[in-house]
């Protein structure tokens, strides 16, 4: 596989489900970035993780949890979701830090809370 | 503070008219500028990016940016529409030493028209 990869590509879940989301890189970049797509809204940008470390946390609930285990593995730990939690995840990653780097993209997860 | 505003949510040309997708951006440092192009069911995808190199940005599929610094704008254009241009067109800015954030625009859904 090359590029950014997420898995599911598609979920639905309840509000008192526990699911996973999956990101996957093949570029060697050392930044990943969770956003959120809701229709009509700019990105959202939620998390970015720099060789591993999170540096940016946009007061996001604690019902969205990230973890990074290595620099080519990001997941996003969701539970007792809401119904406006309902929107397209984006992963991305990037090689540069200094904020002129291209952010590549995968396929994006669209998740359904009932 | 930074922030991008996409003139226009939907914007429809005739298949070989001229594109103009419009964007301002507001930064108090110089700014790193992009537009993504994300097509159905995929993810955000580089079209092109001003750095500081030359104002006049070329990117891919024939499209092109101009930096105006005094207009504080980063218009998107291509001379002659093709129908797989439809799609949802986003700016973006960051900053220079901002690190990873990037701000993006609601985005704009071109229609091409046979």
């Known amino acids: 596989e090359t590029g950014v990869t997420q898995t599911p590509r598609h979920l639905v879940m309840g509000m008192t489900n526990k699911k996973s989301l999956k990101c996957e890189q093949h570029?060697?970049?050392?930044?990943m970035y969770w956003y959120k797509q809701s229709a009509k809204k700019p990105l959202e940008l939620m998390f970015v993780y720099s060789l591993e470390e999170r540096v940016e946390n946009n007061s996001v609930p604690s019902r969205f949890s990230p973890e990074c285990p290595n620099s080519s593995h990001l997941f996003l730990h969701l539970h007792t979701l809401q119904p406006e939690d309902s929107a397209l995840y984006l992963c991305?990653?990037?090689?540069?830090?200094?904020?002129?780097?291209?952010?590549?993209f995968g396929p994006g997860t669209r998740l359904l809370v009932l | 503070a930074q922030s991008v505003t996409q003139l226009g949510s939907h914007v429809s040309v005739s298949e070989g008219a001229l594109v103009l997708l419009r964007c301002n951006y507001s930064s108090s440092v110089p700014p790193y500028l992009f537009w993504y192009v994300q097509y159905p069911n995929q993810g955000l995808q580089l079209l092109l990016k001003y750095t500081s190199a030359a104002t006049l940005v070329k990117g891919i599929n024939g499209f092109e940016a101009e930096f105006k610094k005094s207009e504080t704008s980063f218009h998107l254009t291509k001379p002659s529409a093709h129908m797989s241009d439809a799609a949802e067109y986003f700016c973006a800015v960051s900053s220079r030493g901002g690190g990873f954030k990037t701000i993006f625009g609601a985005g704009t859904r071109l229609f091409v028209k046979a």
């Open positions: 570029l060697g970049h050392n930044a």
């Open positions: 991305a990653s990037s090689q540069e830090t200094d904020g002129s780097g291209t952010q590549y």
